[in-house]
């Protein structure tokens, strides 16, 4: 298999003050950048680079697709734009970043997680009612003939959602939340 290119580059920001580099590659799949992905999962970036040899951890193991193709991708950056043009990062799939936030969801759901894990957790579900919210806000402003921002309703709702979770009683430990 041939090298992945990264031809198209944005800043993501879904979580407010939380800034990912995000690119299209030649594929057309998009992916976030390894430092994006760990940051917006309020992830320590060193155990996410271990994901490779450490995935799933054992407390995500029943929560996990076992089809799943675990990992960074290395891809080389041509996008204008992007601080890391002409060099190699790792970067982690948009259905990747997916699998890890249910995952984590779940096994927080099912009171699995370790304690030093339950910040991710958190910060996962916390993500999925911003994501759900986002994509039937959009979904219907675009039906209706808006053109919605979506970065700015998905950081509206996971404002939202944090506030929701504060009312029923939850504390965050997420940094911003």
């Known amino acids: 298999m041939s090298e992945r290119k990264a031809l198209y580059y944005g800043q993501v920001e879904l979580i407010p003050r939380i800034v990912c580099d995000g690119y299209i590659l030649d594929d057309n799949t998009s992916v976030l950048s390894e430092r994006g992905t760990a940051d917006l999962l309020g992830m320590d970036h060193k155990a996410l680079k271990n994901v490779g040899t ?36 790792d970067v982690y799939t948009s259905n990747f970043i997916e699998a890890i936030i249910r995952a984590y ?53 996971y404002k939202d959602a944090v506030r929701v979770l504060k009312e029923m009683g939850l504390r965050c430990s997420v940094p911003g939340c």
């Open 54 to 89: 450490t995935w799933p951890p054992k407390t995500l193991n029943s929560f996990i697709d076992k089809e799943l193709i675990v990992g960074s991708t290395l891809i080389e950056v041509l996008a204008n734009g992007s601080p890391h043009k002409g060099r190699k990062i």
């Open 105 to 157: 969801t779940m096994a927080m759901g099912h009171n699995k997680l370790q304690k030093n894990q339950l910040h991710i957790g958190r910060r996962c579900a916390i993500l999925q009612c911003s994501f759900v919210r986002t994509a039937l806000d959009t979904a219907i402003k675009q039906a209706c003939g808006f053109s919605p921002n979506i970065q700015e309703t998905a950081q509206k709702h």
